[in-house]
């Protein structure tokens, strides 16, 4: 996990509802626990202050526009979305010649929800709030249909979404949250031993998108400079890694926490490891589901493990706050 990327995590799992604003100790205390060096988080921060996702004020403090992306994701986190109502939104784009805009516009679409239908028709099962800000930076004109579908649509999911990648994804990842080290095993690049392995095709992936695991949080396609992901360029996410150090170990196993800042590691790798799939499945209503499909059985155990895990997150996170503040009067 990169500290970019678990500032994301932080900011949206805990200090959104807690003001949305940070010193800079207690960000350098709390990634801590995750095994991140202070100048990593220093530089992350920093960034994403260049970038529009924070400002300077009385710490590090969210901006709106990272606030509603934090909360948009949020909702799709937790599966707190409306119930569908049989209709579809379609985006007819305007052809893209140029191909690093194409992909840029295939990977955030991708990550808000929607699939492929054809070369330059894009279908999601609910419209989403962040698509016009994509296509206003990727400078694309599409027009946008609600439809609903005279046939099947159970067909047209499997047609267009691969369910089957999708199903042993979750699978890995219920396999590695009940094994004895559950998240332990986490690399550098952020990949987590199985879970959705960096040489595996993802599901509904288009050659030109990112990892999941680049794309904190964001509608917006991946970039790799400041100047195209701030709020005024053709707006980005997730770039470069910065170079955590390594990281903490944290697995999931009912035994192995025993500790205020172990709860806070371990639950942040989960919630970081589940948030890859807000890439990969677009919260598919479950009437078009295949039966015993895998990922209501992941979502329950998500839920369990999350809520066992966040009471002693949350007096980490507390504590980690109040040391600040009161490092900061004695200043």
Known sequence: MNARSALFDLYGDHLRRRGGSAPISALVALLGALGIAPPAVRQAASRMVRQGWLERADGYRLTPRATHRLDEAARRIYRDLEPWDGYWDVLVLRRVRDRARRDRLAAGL????????????????????????????????????RSALDGDPRALVRRVWNLDALANAYTRWLDAVSAPDGLADVGADGNTTGLIPASAPPPNRHPGARRADDIPTDASPATTTDSEAS????????????????????????????????AFATRTRLVHEWRKFLFEDPGLPAELLPEG???????????????????????????????????????
């Open 293 to 331: 499909w895998p990922g209501s059985a992941a979502a329950r155990r998500f839920d369990a493990e999350a809520a066992r895990l966040l009471p002693g997150t949350a007096r980490f996170v507390d504590r980690c706050l109040r040391a600040a503040e009161r490092k900061d009067d004695d200043v």
């Open 110 to 145: 991708t990550y808000l929800g929607y699939a492929r239908l054809e070369e330059t028709t894009w279908i999601g099962p609910r419209a989403s709030t962040e698509v016009t800000g994509l296509l206003a930076a990727e400078a694309v004109h599409a027009d946008r249909f």
């Open 231 to 262: 709020p005024n360029g053709p707006a980005g996410v997730a770039a470069a890694k910065e170079d955590t150090g390594g990281g903490a170990s944290a697995s999931l196993h009912p035994g192995w926490v025993r500790t205020d800042e172990q």
